[in-house]
């Protein structure tokens, strides 16, 4: 079996240094979290998500240990310094092996 464990540092410490402070929210729980994630907004050559879920969508990525209950649909991120709410449309788990290590949180745009 390949040990992942140094892929799994590296891409981890690639998220840290990359994210930005955000407030998320647990919206049937009304609970929130102080995390990093990272956002990125979709662009040309992100064609299928722009396909998928329109002009100006969001790409939020977060690590799967800042959460005890997986991010939902409709639950919400706020960045630090941005007044805009972003409510989740989907998301998608990220594995390396067999353990979760990402979610993808997709947004809608417009």
């Known amino acids: 079996m390949i040990d992942l464990s140094g892929t799994k540092a590296s891409l ?11 407030i998320f929210t647990y ?4 609970t929130t979290l102080n995390i990093q994630a990272g956002f990125k907004t979709a662009g040309v050559r992100d064609e299928a998500i722009t396909n998928a879920y329109g002009i100006g969508a ?5 690590k799967a240990s800042d959460f005890t209950v997986p991010p939902e649909r409709y639950d919400q991120f706020k960045f630090n310094g941005n007044s805009e709410i972003y409510k989740a449309d989907a998301v998608h788990p990220k594995h390396i092996g067999a353990e979760v ?9 417009k």
Do not use: E, H, N, R
Not at 58 to 62: D, F, Q, Y
Not at 101 to 109: A, E, N, Q
């Open 58 to 62: 969001k790409v939020i990525t977060v």
């Open 12 to 22: 981890l410490q690639v998220l840290d240094d990359l994210s930005s402070p955000c």
């Open 101 to 109: 290590v990402f979610y993808t949180i997709y947004v809608k745009g």
């Open 27 to 30: 919206v049937k729980a009304q």
